[in-house]
């Protein structure tokens, strides 16, 4: 790994394929390879539309619109435009189908012949997503992008970007190596991902011969996701159908050289291409989200757990750096895992001390122009007596409501909608992150850190290609870096 230093200088003249083009890691990475080698040959970007034209739309308002975007506007000024158009290439494209849903000939040919490398960011990270959905993304996608790229004569390397979180709630220390088809988390036999897709398809026959009304057959996939996840002892669909994805990679790689990315939980950029950059709500965001408008104030958690989260722009700075690694040492695979609870372990109580003292400071103004007043958050060290809590609780308004609406004989229908409505989010909200806020286990990064070692050597590799966590200071992180974006981007 010693001559990792050579990752910018990897990047010219090469021709990369990057799926899930519109999600929050790619926007990012795809901005930092046109700021920092603009001599790249071409981008392919695969994005769902349905002509060029849409495809074009959809490229300028989710992606080249961002703030992202605004250093590499303010280098190229006029000339962005004509400097794009030269190194992006648009692509309609469904890798949940194959041949990764390209139709165009003309289109399948050249990038066969061009592309070098191909950078797989396509999935759905919702955690109660529609189990088709998540598996045609997640699994089948991973398994047509891989049979594409043994399609392409001059293809290097497929960098595969899944989750650190196909751990599941294993405990203990989580070591960098393949998941292998089949293998489930809690020794159930028969996980195939073959039937996988028989039971989704036999249960949307169901539902259709039926008459199952769209809302019903969303209803019901949703259920069918998490119902097969805790079957093989996964916690969520997203989580489940990302671990599939790597074990169909790792079946169906052959001679190809891979990489696996396993981010852990991503949060806004910690310095490129500036501080703070954030799209939608990540995990824990949607806790730090409810609290700051009032509607979290108590949460179930193990205070003492590690909450191992990772700017963006390290996950991007990974992926970069890796590539140069493996084209100058080829691997058959390499497992990465790009998280803090070894490097840099942070805790519960230090994320609830955080927020606490920035909405305290600056708390939140509504739309009313109020200030909304953060408490300290109440913390159960169980689940079982949080469910207590909520229930007693939620029994005792609603008889305060009742009788106040005997005795005044007024209607407070309106007040029992809200108030089951707001603990039926808070109690869904929570069950849902449950297994990451009693997480018990920590992520080895033995390949990381080499390669962060390595690159340390190179200051000014170093420093455009950040890659250390060590570095990074949790309070000054998250009081002047992560939350204020949440409130710019997220909250208002």
């Not at 399609?151 to 393949?178: D, M, Y």
């Not at 297994?435 to 000014?460: G, I």
Request: hydrophobic share 40%.
């Amino acid at each position: 790994m010693d001559e990792c230093g050579s990752a910018i200088g990897f990047l010219e003249n090469k021709s990369i394929l990057i799926s899930g083009s519109t999600g929050f890691i790619a926007k990012i990475l795809v901005e930092k390879i046109l700021r920092i080698q603009p001599n790249v040959k071409k981008l392919y970007l695969l994005l769902r539309a349905a002509d060029e034209i849409a495809a074009m739309q959809r490229f300028f308002n989710e992606v080249l619109d961002k703030d992202l975007f605004q250093v590499l506007k303010e280098k190229w000024g006029a000339n962005l435009n004509s400097f794009i158009s030269k190194k992006v290439s648009l692509v309609c494209s469904d890798i949940s189908i194959s041949q990764m849903g390209l139709k165009d000939s003309i289109w399948i040919e050249e990038i066969k012949h061009e592309v070098e490398i191909i950078i797989n960011l396509a999935a759905t990270t919702k955690f109660n997503e529609r189990y088709d959905v998540a598996l045609g993304t997640n699994t089948l996608g991973a398994k047509h992008v891989v049979n594409f790229a043994k399609q392409c004569p001059n293809f290097k390397l497929l960098v595969h970007v899944s989750t650190a979180f196909i751990s599941g709630e294993r405990e203990g220390l989580i070591l960098e190596t393949p998941h292998k088809l089949g293998e489930s988390l809690n020794g159930t036999e028969g996980l195939s991902i073959e039937i996988e897709q028989k039971v989704v398809e036999q249960r949307l026959k169901q539902l259709k011969d039926n008459g199952a009304s769209e809302q019903v057959v969303t209803i019901a996939m949703k259920d069918l996701g998490i119902q097969r996840a805790n079957m093989f002892g996964w916690p969520n669909t997203y989580v489940f159908t990302k671990a599939m994805g790597e074990m169909i990679i790792d079946d169906l790689k052959d001679d190809l050289h891979l990489i696996i990315i396993r981010p852990t939980i991503v949060t806004s950029t910690y310095k490129e291409p500036f501080p703070g950059w954030i799209e939608g709500a990540r995990t824990m965001d949607s806790l730090i989200v409810g609290y700051a408008k009032g509607k979290l104030t108590m949460v179930p958690c193990d205070i003492n757990s590690f909450l191992d989260v990772i700017p963006a722009d390290l996950v991007v700075n990974t992926i970069i750096t890796t590539m140069a690694v493996h084209k100058l040492q080829p691997s058959n695979q390499t497992v990465y895992h790009v998280g803090t609870s070894l490097t840099n372990p942070m805790q519960y109580s230090d994320l609830l001390g955080f927020i606490f003292q920035y909405f305290t400071e600056k708390p939140w103004i509504n739309r009313d122009g109020n200030a909304i007043k953060a408490g300290k958050l109440t913390v159960f060290n169980n689940m079982t007596s949080f469910h207590r809590y909520m229930t007693i609780r939620y029994l005792i308004f609603l008889k305060v409501l009742e009788w106040v609406n005997k005795a005044l004989c007024h209607s407070f229908e309106d007040k029992y909608i809200d108030l089951k409505r707001k603990v039926n989010w808070v109690m869904g909200l929570l069950q849902m992150y449950r297994p990451y806020l009693f997480f018990k286990a920590r992520f080895d990064d033995t390949n990381s850190e080499k390669l962060r070692r390595a690159t340390h050597e190179k200051e000014t590799n170093s420093k455009t290609l950040f890659l250390d966590p060590k570095d990074i200071n949790w309070e000054y992180y998250f009081v002047n870096v992560h939350l204020p974006a949440l409130v710019k981007y997220i909250i208002n």
